[in-house]
């Protein structure tokens, strides 16, 4: 049986590195934090305030859905903290 021929890949060079490309890198990302703090409290006063009044404040008209609306801070926080490096 005849030995098969053996292929001789050529060796992998990376494309030279570009400023634009390495700003995109270093991007600092210092916001993240704060801001997903924050959203996370505004969420969390925004029920307990919510409950403390008995439905009267944040938003009187309407009622049960400032639960959701709190919950909907604190969700935008954990989305928020996906752009965390």
């Known amino acids: 049986m005849p ?3 053996i292929r001789k890949k050529a060796d992998y060079t990376p494309p030279p590195a570009t ?3 390495a700003s995109i890198k ?7 934090a704060p ?8 969420g969390l ?4 305030v ?3 009044t008995d439905g009267t404040l944040p938003v009187k ?3 049960n859905w400032n639960i959701v609306v709190g919950f909907g801070f604190i969700a935008a926080g954990f989305g928020v903290s996906t752009q965390w490096k």
């Open 19 to 21: 400023k634009q490309a």
């Open 50 to 52: 919510f409950y403390v």
């Open 35 to 42: 801001v997903m703090l924050a959203l996370f409290a505004i």
């Open 26 to 32: 270093l991007t600092n990302r210092s916001w993240v």
């Open 3 to 5: 030995k098969s021929r």
């Open 45 to 48: 006063v925004w029920i307990v």
């Open 61 to 63: 008209s309407i009622n």
